[in-house]
């Protein structure tokens, strides 16, 4: 397999492509920082729940404990996922020494559009979470 980095002078790198692919590595660090970002989440909702709660605390727990599971043990492995193929067909491109390929294209826009969703989602239930907890913090 071609490395994206990698100089063989069989092709040109096209801007776009190495843009697209600079915008992937970033997406795949975001991941990272999230799946962090949810494990602190839940060691915050651990030690809310170790202070008491009320029955009406319960309920508002079990929804954040089912966000946080959803999130850390499914959605962001996936968009991970995904993201990792989309590399893999970068790389294949090169491969095959093509240049562009529409299809790739839409995909990236797709994977930037998903990511964008889950983002303005996860951000939201930030905003949601932090005043929560913060209560018995």
Do not use: C
Not at 32 to 59: H, I, M, P, R
Not at 62 to 71: E, M, P, V
Not at 86 to 102: V, W
């Amino acid at each position: 397999m071609i490395s994206v980095l990698s100089s063989t002078g069989k092709y040109i790198l096209e801007p776009s492509l190495m843009d697209m692919h600079h915008s992937s590595l970033e997406w795949l660090s975001t991941t990272v920082l999230w799946k962090q970002e949810v494990a602190f989440f839940q060691k915050l909702l651990d030690s809310y729940v170790a202070k008491g709660t009320s029955a009406d605390e319960k309920k508002r727990v079990s929804h954040f404990q089912n966000l946080i599971t959803y999130y850390g043990g499914e959605l962001i492995d996936t968009l991970r996922k995904k993201i990792k193929n989309h590399e893999h067909k970068l790389a294949d491109l090169l491969q095959e020494l093509k240049g562009t390929d529409k299809e790739y294209y839409e995909e990236h826009g797709a994977l930037l559009e998903e990511l964008s969703a889950f983002m303005k989602t996860f951000n939201s239930f930030k905003s949601e979470f932090f005043p929560f907890v913060e209560k018995k913090l």
